[in-house]
């Protein structure tokens, strides 16, 4: 295949090899949009600086058990199921190296390998395990960025950090654990950093998405005030507003996946708050105190927040951070620091707290990564896939000693490479005396051992130097210089300045002495750690009395790191003026100067290992790992340093290209034998293809021959021991032996179909007689279980008949006793009525003889005083007598109607009471004679009592029914054919309230309610009273209520549950009519405004105002049925047709008057219900209701409905039109009441006990009364008028 056309994927496979050559060929590929490339086996990746649409789930699947790499295009997704497939073949270990400078995508791509290897061992079956995950281990990654990564001149998103994820798996491959182990973090980084770069990302994560109420509980303001995180001279940490808004959406997520790792909100606001105090600490500046010959801070407010962020003492970290702790003979000496080591001590702080925060938070990303036991293998080991991800090659204007550290450690991956792709296949070659092509490469072992080699290699010449208190940059140069000459690697540069450059595979790198001495040591003194072992929270207790474990993590006693005091509780600190704690600190240290302060036992607490020994142990246990792993190799290519797109710079990718060592691998590739098997291990993998799977075969040159003249590849070797193979040969020997497999596969399945097929047929006959066998049962079971039935239906059939003639003797003998219970009650109730009748009478006469005695007295006293006024009264004549001035000066409370008495006796008993000067009743509608039986049903004929006048001598006639607006207390009668419908009122049961004002009250809410909310969908209101307290409103709204006694409302829009309503006055006697209420009763109102009642339990509902139905509602219905509801009947308790007719009647009686009607009409909106147990029970029950028709009212104070009533009225004034035709008025009695004897006076006397109903229209009274019914009609105008002059408004028909 020839170069220059950018198609070839293998660059192994180019026939011509020259650096130019690949070079070319990697910048068409890249113009393209080709950025991965394969040298063999290796992935090269140039890093394209912007988005692909190359890692979808199209993509993922395409690149999943690959069984031709050829047939598929370059991609990170094959390298990594080449991984995955060769773990679950090979039973060993991987790991996968990505190697790279700075800002070749490392990161991206250790992320890509990490998501894809998941997907593949979740497709497998590992769906409870890996997907648990899954998530966990595509979050980390993020979250160790925000700790973990800056921006530098080469790279915006910089790893500062290295890190080996190693993700665990079962013997089946299913993926249920994971760990990662961190090492060389840049904390210098902290604390300054060059130029044009800046500090962790995670502080600026912070500033920008904090909000003004979460910095000021960290004690943060401004973030440009601080430090150490400013760059250069820009005034602001934020470059753009682009800048901070991808810093605050970057907190957003962060936020998200540390909740999702484990992280509890406590633990996030302990977090910023600990960044706060480094950012304070870090703010701490000194200057030399001339009186103690140190140091002291000049402005103390950041250590005052730091202190109270880290809860240690102000004046011992003041202290602390100003005087040093040294161990001299056994003996403490403490002594003042100067400028430049109390700058290093607070520098050492600030690194300390944020190395040991990243530890804290590794360990935690560890816990949620814990393998799960369940699926880990039953052996020790566990297949493990590697995966590690370092910075890369550094070269910077200034280097010190992280870039030391750095390249080291990639000289060390790539001596790691060299050893895997040239040394050691080399070495096999020439041990197995295989001849091939000499193959040169840059080998890096000589600059490996001027590092590392002990007791003079570069790092042990470090750590010496630093135990020296006086050692300086110059004395540690000139050590360099003696010991290191000998190595050509190095060399010492010339000038004053501190410098050395180290010639490293990847160019010359000249680094800075200045610095190294005091990063190497790395250390606090031992005042400071006391000063935060002492500390009040637990969180930095814990976090100083931890250690390091192998991989980075701090491996504290308890994950909680809360304990007593939490520094979420700061407050801002206030600072005394004048007062100095560093100077005061200072003074008292220089008292105790070289005074021994106690002995120490054992010093072995203040040996301290330094930066560079550490970072060797983590080197070589990393090195320890990798050596046990089957290598893959990722090298990443920056094809630019501006980080452009579709920018390739040939000088930058040629010089990649030499030192990483790309054209000797290809050449090595394309020539050598990379798969190195011994014969043993080739047969295992492979002798199905020549010999019997379970044939023993010896294993040998001849064997291995066979196998690979049978699978037909060509350019391979054999040497003594080993089977060398190019790398393309193990995929066409897997290609061989899937074809293998398919060929057996294919003649097992027509065998077991074979056989099958005999078992089959030998099952179908036993199924077929076990068929028969059963079908024979089967009838034989039914017809039994047939005959038992027949005779269990005949059982029950007979068993049935006798229930149901018992139950129908039961009905009848109830029936026949609920019967006899009736006839018993109402006997009772007819000899109670009359025997309380007869108490009456007798306390009637009693009363009209004392009356009739009193009278005789005061007549008596006249005539003595008065004579002429006694002749004059005893010649008026009887009928004409009046009450005298003396004994009508006392006014009523109400203007009574005078009646007609229908006989003398009863004319005289009324005289007498007159006279007597007796008051009328305090409660409406209650008799004079608090004793007397009152009615709750229809009136009937009877001669009523008239106390304030003396009727005129006339025949009796029936008792006119009053209209609604007649005079509430006019006297009732009674029937003593009825007497089970009135009882007597007792001062128990008596409801003393005062209707007029309740009723106005009523209707002025009403009103008002309807002037604020005028909402025309509330049809009505609904007012539960007990006695005179007014317990509860309902406003109605649907066209169907349902009110009862439930102790809570299923719909409060159609529900009202009484016993929901609660009274704190209650009595006992309201209590007992409440549990009786039961299912209650139903309210409906229809299209024509009509209101309908039904009782739906067994409860008395009874139609009244406390005595009578006809004083409660407009409606026939109500008053024919006494006021009492039937059972499961809908009764009309308002009629709207009744109403209109009723307004007419009253507004002709008002003579068209219209200034005070609307007040007066409005009474008649209200129907009132009285809850009772039963019949037997008081009539004037504790618990009523009131129901407000607010349509009728809209109606009544709507002026065009009055103007149009006024005008109907006018019309039938005009015309002799009969009243029924306006609206069909209510009619109890369709006979014409016989005329009056004129001669007799009298009326004719009838069996039936009722007289005809005569009905008269309304009078103009301010309370509400019975209401008219009947039919109304006049003859004529002149009619009217001269009745209307007589004082009578009587109309026949």
């Given at each position: 295949m020839e170069a220059g056309t950018g198609k070839v994927d293998d660059l192994a496979a180019l026939a011509k090899l020259t650096e130019q050559t690949l070079l070319k060929e990697l910048e068409l590929r890249y113009g393209q949009g080709q950025i991965y490339t394969y040298i063999g086996d290796i992935l090269v990746a140039v890093n394209p600086f912007q988005q692909l649409p190359l890692y979808d789930s199209k993509h993922s699947k395409e690149y999943r058990n690959i069984k031709v790499k050829s047939k598929l295009k370059p991609h990170i997704f094959a390298v990594a199921d080449c991984i995955y497939q060769d773990l679950l073949t090979n039973k060993e270990p991987q790991c996968c190296v990505v190697s790279g400078e700075s800002g070749a995508g490392k990161t991206e791509t250790t992320k890509l390998l990490v998501r894809q290897i998941v997907q593949l061992c979740t497709k497998s079956g590992s769906v409870a395990a890996s997907s648990k995950l899954h998530d966990a281990l595509i979050e980390i990654n993020p979250l160790m960025e925000a700790f973990g990564n800056a921006q530098t001149k080469m790279n915006g998103n910089s790893s500062r950090f290295g890190k080996y994820i190693e993700l665990l798996f079962s013997d089946r491959g299913e993926l249920f654990g994971g760990r990662v182990s961190i090492f060389l973090l840049e904390k210098t980084r902290v604390t300054g950093f060059n130029r044009d770069?800046?500090?962790?990302?995670?502080?600026?994560?912070?500033?920008?998405?904090?909000?003004?109420?979460?910095?000021?509980?960290?004690?943060?303001?401004?973030?440009?005030?601080?430090?150490?995180?400013?760059?250069?001279?820009?005034?602001?940490?934020?470059?753009?507003?682009?800048?901070?808004?991808?810093?605050?959406?970057?907190?957003?997520?962060?936020?998200?996946?540390?909740?999702?790792?484990?992280?509890?909100?406590?633990?996030?606001?302990?977090?910023?708050?600990?960044?706060?105090?480094?950012?304070?600490?870090?703010?701490?500046?000194?200057?030399?105190?001339?009186?103690?010959?140190?140091?002291?801070?000049?402005?103390?407010?950041?250590?005052?927040?730091?202190?109270?962020?880290?809860?240690?003492?102000?004046?011992?970290?003041?202290?602390?951070?100003?005087?040093?702790?040294?161990?001299?003979?056994?003996?403490?000496?403490?002594?003042?620091?100067?400028?430049?080591?109390?700058?290093?001590?607070?520098?050492?702080?600030?690194?300390?707290?944020?190395?040991?925060?990243?530890?804290?938070?590794?360990?935690?990303?560890?816990?949620?990564?814990?393998?799960?036991?369940?699926?880990?293998?039953?052996?020790?080991?566990?297949?493990?896939?590697?995966?590690?991800?370092?910075?890369?090659?550094?070269?910077?204007?200034?280097?010190?000693?992280?870039?030391?550290?750095?390249?080291?450690?990639?000289?060390?991956?790539?001596?790691?490479?060299?050893?895997?792709?040239?040394?050691?296949?080399?070495?096999?070659?020439?041990?197995?005396?295989?001849?091939?092509?000499?193959?040169?490469?840059?080998?890096?072992?000589?600059?490996?051992?001027?590092?590392?080699?002990?007791?003079?290699?570069?790092?042990?010449?470090?750590?010496?130097?630093?135990?020296?208190?006086?050692?300086?940059?110059?004395?540690?140069?000139?050590?360099?210089?003696?010991?290191?000459?000998?190595?050509?690697?190095?060399?010492?540069?010339?000038?004053?300045?501190?410098?050395?450059?180290?010639?490293?595979?990847?160019?010359?790198?000249?680094?800075?002495?200045?610095?190294?001495?005091?990063?190497?040591?790395?250390?606090?003194?031992?005042?400071?750690?006391?000063?935060?072992?002492?500390?009040?929270?637990?969180?930095?207790?814990?976090?100083?009395?931890?250690?390091?474990?192998?991989?980075?993590?701090?491996?504290?006693?308890?994950?909680?790191?809360?304990?007593?005091?939490?520094?979420?509780?700061?407050?801002?600190?206030?600072?005394?003026?004048?007062?100095?704690?560093?100077?005061?600190?200072?003074?008292?240290?220089?008292?105790?100067?070289?005074?021994?302060?106690?002995?120490?036992?054992?010093?072995?607490?203040?040996?301290?290992?330094?930066?560079?020994?550490?970072?060797?142990?983590?080197?070589?246990?990393?090195?320890?790992?990798?050596?046990?792993?089957?290598?893959?190799?990722?090298?990443?290519?920056?094809?630019?340093?501006?980080?452009?797109?579709?920018?390739?710079?040939?000088?930058?990718?040629?010089?990649?290209?030499?030192?990483?060592?790309?054209?000797?691998?290809?050449?090595?590739?394309?020539?050598?034998f990379p798969v190195r098997l011994p014969f043993q291990v080739f047969l295992d993998r492979y002798k199905f293809i020549s010999y019997p799977l379970t044939a023993e075969v010896e294993a040998g040159t001849a064997a291995c021959h066979t196998v690979l003249r049978e699978a037909g590849l060509h350019k391979w070797e054999l040497g003594t021991r080993k089977v060398f193979l190019r790398y393309w040969h193990p995929e066409q020997l897997k290609l061989v032996m899937e074809r293998k497999v398919r060929q057996v596969v294919l003649v097992q399945s027509l065998v077991r179909r074979f056989i099958g097929c005999r078992k089959v047929q030998q099952l179908r006959q036993i199924l077929e007689a076990r068929k028969q066998a059963q079908a024979k049962s089967f009838l034989m079971m039914v017809a039994e279980r047939s005959q038992q039935i027949h005779a269990d239906l005949k059982e029950l059939h007979n068993m049935d008949v006798t229930k149901h003639k018992q139950s129908l003797n039961d009905l009848a003998r109830e029936a026949e006793e609920s019967k006899i219970r009736e006839q018993m009650i109402e006997e009772k109730r007819r000899k109670l009525a009359l025997a309380e009748a007869e108490r009456e009478k007798k306390a009637a006469e009693l009363r009209l003889a004392e009356a009739q005695k009193r009278i005789e007295e005061l007549e008596t006293t006249r005539k003595v005083e008065t004579p002429s006024s006694i002749s004059s009264s005893s010649s008026s004549g009887f009928e004409d007598d009046l009450p005298s001035p003396e004994l009508s000066k006392e006014e009523p409370k109400h203007t009574w109607r005078k009646q007609r008495a229908n006989h003398k006796d009863h004319v005289a008993g009324l005289r007498n009471l007159l006279e007597s000067k007796a008051e009328p009743p305090e409660q409406e509608n209650v008799r004079l004679n608090k004793q007397k039986w009152v009615p709750i049903s229809e009136r009937l004929y009877a001669t009523p009592a008239c106390p304030y006048g003396i009727a005129r001598k006339s025949p009796a006639r029936p008792l006119h029914l009053q209209s609604i607006f007649s005079d509430p207390s006019h006297g009732q009668v009674y029937d003593p054919e009825n007497v089970s419908h009135y009882a007597r009122q007792s001062s128990h049961s008596k409801i003393v309230v005062n209707k007029v004002e309740h009723y106005n009250g009523l209707i002025q809410e009403a009103l008002q309610s309807e002037s604020e909310t005028q909402n025309k969908s509330n049809w009505g209101k609904l007012v539960y009273m007990e006695k005179s307290q007014r317990c509860a409103s309902f406003i109605l709204t649907e066209p169907v209520i349902k009110i009862d006694g439930a102790h809570y409302s299923s719909d409060p829009s159609s529900h009202v549950a009484l016993n929901s309503v609660e009274n704190l006055f209650r009595d006992e006697q309201v209590g007992k009519i409440r549990e009786y209420i039961g299912k209650g009763m139903q309210l409906q109102i229809d299209t024509e405004g009509d209101i309908w009642a039904k009782k739906l339990g067994m409860n008395d509902i009874i139609v009244q105002d406390h005595n009578d139905p006809s004083l409660s509602c407009i409606s026939e219905e109500v008053i024919k049925d006494r006021g009492r509801l039937q059972k499961d009947k809908r009764v009309k308790i308002f009629d709207m047709k009744e109403f209109r007719s009723h307004v007419i009647l009253e507004m002709h009686k008002a003579g068209l008057g219209r200034i005070n009607l609307k007040d007066l009409y409005s009474r008649c909106c209200i129907v009132s219900l009285t809850l009772v147990k039963s019949s037997m029970d008081i009539m004037e029950t504790p618990c009523w209701i009131n129901i407000i028709n607010l349509g009728a009212l809209r109606m009544l104070r709507d002026e065009n409905v009055m103007a149009d009533f006024e005008k109907e009225l006018k019309k039938i004034m005009r015309s002799n039109i009969d009243f029924t035709k306006i609206s069909q008025l209510p009619q109890i009695d369709k006979q014409k009441p016989k005329k009056t004897d004129k001669k007799k006076g009298k009326l004719p006397q009838r069996k039936n006990q009722e007289a005809d109903k005569v009905f008269v229209l309304p009078e103009p009274v301010l309370d509400r009364a019975s209401k008219p019914v009947g039919d109304f009609q006049f003859k004529s105008p002149r009619k009217w008028a001269k009745l209307k002059q007589n004082g009578v408004s009587q109309l026949t028909e």
């Amino acid at each position: 295949m020839e170069a220059g056309t950018g198609k070839v994927d293998d660059l192994a496979a180019l026939a011509k090899l020259t650096e130019q050559t690949l070079l070319k060929e990697l910048e068409l590929r890249y113009g393209q949009g080709q950025i991965y490339t394969y040298i063999g086996d290796i992935l090269v990746a140039v890093n394209p600086f912007q988005q692909l649409p190359l890692y979808d789930s199209k993509h993922s699947k395409e690149y999943r058990n690959i069984k031709v790499k050829s047939k598929l295009k370059p991609h990170i997704f094959a390298v990594a199921d080449c991984i995955y497939q060769d773990l679950l073949t090979n039973k060993e270990p991987q790991c996968c190296v990505v190697s790279g400078e700075s800002g070749a995508g490392k990161t991206e791509t250790t992320k890509l390998l990490v998501r894809q290897i998941v997907q593949l061992c979740t497709k497998s079956g590992s769906v409870a395990a890996s997907s648990k995950l899954h998530d966990a281990l595509i979050e980390i990654n993020p979250l160790m960025e925000a700790f973990g990564n800056a921006q530098t001149k080469m790279n915006g998103n910089s790893s500062r950090f290295g890190k080996y994820i190693e993700l665990l798996f079962s013997d089946r491959g299913e993926l249920f654990g994971g760990r990662v182990s961190i090492f060389l973090l840049e904390k210098t980084r902290v604390t300054g950093f060059n130029r044009d770069e800046q500090n962790f990302h995670i502080f600026y994560h912070m500033f920008a998405g904090l909000s003004e109420r979460q910095r000021t509980s960290v004690l943060l303001t401004n973030p440009d005030r601080h430090r150490i995180l400013k760059s250069g001279d820009s005034c602001s940490i934020f470059t753009s507003k682009a800048h901070q808004l991808h810093h605050k959406a970057m907190f957003i997520k962060l936020q998200k996946i540390l909740t999702n790792t484990g992280f509890l909100q406590e633990d996030c606001e302990m977090i910023y708050a600990y960044l706060s105090a480094i950012l304070h600490l870090t703010d701490i500046q000194f200057e030399p105190d001339q009186e103690t010959d140190g140091v002291f801070i000049t402005d103390e407010y950041p250590l005052h927040v730091s202190t109270e962020l880290l809860g240690v003492s102000a004046e011992e970290m003041a202290t602390a951070l100003i005087s040093n702790v040294h161990l001299i003979r056994g003996e403490t000496i403490v002594n003042l620091k100067n400028l430049v080591q109390a700058g290093d001590g607070r520098d050492a702080l600030a690194k300390a707290l944020y190395s040991r925060l990243f530890g804290w938070i590794i360990s935690k990303i560890n816990n949620k990564l814990k393998p799960d036991l369940s699926y880990a293998p039953k052996k020790s080991s566990c297949p493990v896939i590697g995966l590690l991800d370092i910075a890369g090659f550094e070269n910077f204007t200034s280097n010190g000693f992280e870039q030391l550290c750095i390249n080291t450690s990639n000289e060390q991956l790539q001596h790691y490479f060299n050893q895997h792709v040239f040394a050691w296949e080399k070495r096999d070659l020439d041990k197995e005396g295989v001849k091939t092509s000499h193959i040169s490469f840059t080998n890096n072992s000589e600059i490996l051992g001027m590092f590392i080699e002990r007791p003079l290699g570069l790092y042990a010449l470090i750590d010496e130097e630093s135990k020296f208190p006086k050692a300086t940059a110059n004395s540690l140069l000139e050590k360099v210089r003696k010991h290191l000459i000998k190595y050509s690697c190095i060399r010492k540069e010339k000038g004053r300045e501190p410098l050395f450059t180290i010639q490293h595979y990847a160019g010359p790198v000249t680094y800075s002495v200045s610095g190294m001495l005091e990063t190497n040591r790395d250390t606090l003194s031992q005042n400071i750690l006391e000063c935060l072992e002492r500390s009040e929270s637990g969180m930095i207790y814990q976090l100083f009395s931890a250690q390091f474990s192998d991989n980075g993590e701090l491996s504290t006693p308890n994950q909680e790191l809360r304990r007593t005091k939490s520094i979420l509780m700061c407050k801002q600190p206030t600072l005394e003026r004048g007062k100095s704690l560093s100077k005061t600190a200072g003074r008292k240290v220089r008292q105790n100067m070289k005074k021994a302060l106690k002995e120490i036992q054992d010093d072995s607490f203040y040996k301290h290992r330094t930066v560079g020994s550490q970072f060797q142990d983590s080197l070589a246990a990393l090195m320890t790992k990798l050596m046990q792993c089957q290598p893959h190799f990722i090298r990443c290519i920056k094809p630019n340093n501006s980080q452009a797109s579709q920018l390739f710079e040939k000088k930058l990718v040629s010089q990649q290209l030499r030192y990483t060592g790309i054209l000797e691998t290809v050449r090595i590739r394309h020539e050598g034998f990379p798969v190195r098997l011994p014969f043993q291990v080739f047969l295992d993998r492979y002798k199905f293809i020549s010999y019997p799977l379970t044939a023993e075969v010896e294993a040998g040159t001849a064997a291995c021959h066979t196998v690979l003249r049978e699978a037909g590849l060509h350019k391979w070797e054999l040497g003594t021991r080993k089977v060398f193979l190019r790398y393309w040969h193990p995929e066409q020997l897997k290609l061989v032996m899937e074809r293998k497999v398919r060929q057996v596969v294919l003649v097992q399945s027509l065998v077991r179909r074979f056989i099958g097929c005999r078992k089959v047929q030998q099952l179908r006959q036993i199924l077929e007689a076990r068929k028969q066998a059963q079908a024979k049962s089967f009838l034989m079971m039914v017809a039994e279980r047939s005959q038992q039935i027949h005779a269990d239906l005949k059982e029950l059939h007979n068993m049935d008949v006798t229930k149901h003639k018992q139950s129908l003797n039961d009905l009848a003998r109830e029936a026949e006793e609920s019967k006899i219970r009736e006839q018993m009650i109402e006997e009772k109730r007819r000899k109670l009525a009359l025997a309380e009748a007869e108490r009456e009478k007798k306390a009637a006469e009693l009363r009209l003889a004392e009356a009739q005695k009193r009278i005789e007295e005061l007549e008596t006293t006249r005539k003595v005083e008065t004579p002429s006024s006694i002749s004059s009264s005893s010649s008026s004549g009887f009928e004409d007598d009046l009450p005298s001035p003396e004994l009508s000066k006392e006014e009523p409370k109400h203007t009574w109607r005078k009646q007609r008495a229908n006989h003398k006796d009863h004319v005289a008993g009324l005289r007498n009471l007159l006279e007597s000067k007796a008051e009328p009743p305090e409660q409406e509608n209650v008799r004079l004679n608090k004793q007397k039986w009152v009615p709750i049903s229809e009136r009937l004929y009877a001669t009523p009592a008239c106390p304030y006048g003396i009727a005129r001598k006339s025949p009796a006639r029936p008792l006119h029914l009053q209209s609604i607006f007649s005079d509430p207390s006019h006297g009732q009668v009674y029937d003593p054919e009825n007497v089970s419908h009135y009882a007597r009122q007792s001062s128990h049961s008596k409801i003393v309230v005062n209707k007029v004002e309740h009723y106005n009250g009523l209707i002025q809410e009403a009103l008002q309610s309807e002037s604020e909310t005028q909402n025309k969908s509330n049809w009505g209101k609904l007012v539960y009273m007990e006695k005179s307290q007014r317990c509860a409103s309902f406003i109605l709204t649907e066209p169907v209520i349902k009110i009862d006694g439930a102790h809570y409302s299923s719909d409060p829009s159609s529900h009202v549950a009484l016993n929901s309503v609660e009274n704190l006055f209650r009595d006992e006697q309201v209590g007992k009519i409440r549990e009786y209420i039961g299912k209650g009763m139903q309210l409906q109102i229809d299209t024509e405004g009509d209101i309908w009642a039904k009782k739906l339990g067994m409860n008395d509902i009874i139609v009244q105002d406390h005595n009578d139905p006809s004083l409660s509602c407009i409606s026939e219905e109500v008053i024919k049925d006494r006021g009492r509801l039937q059972k499961d009947k809908r009764v009309k308790i308002f009629d709207m047709k009744e109403f209109r007719s009723h307004v007419i009647l009253e507004m002709h009686k008002a003579g068209l008057g219209r200034i005070n009607l609307k007040d007066l009409y409005s009474r008649c909106c209200i129907v009132s219900l009285t809850l009772v147990k039963s019949s037997m029970d008081i009539m004037e029950t504790p618990c009523w209701i009131n129901i407000i028709n607010l349509g009728a009212l809209r109606m009544l104070r709507d002026e065009n409905v009055m103007a149009d009533f006024e005008k109907e009225l006018k019309k039938i004034m005009r015309s002799n039109i009969d009243f029924t035709k306006i609206s069909q008025l209510p009619q109890i009695d369709k006979q014409k009441p016989k005329k009056t004897d004129k001669k007799k006076g009298k009326l004719p006397q009838r069996k039936n006990q009722e007289a005809d109903k005569v009905f008269v229209l309304p009078e103009p009274v301010l309370d509400r009364a019975s209401k008219p019914v009947g039919d109304f009609q006049f003859k004529s105008p002149r009619k009217w008028a001269k009745l209307k002059q007589n004082g009578v408004s009587q109309l026949t028909e």
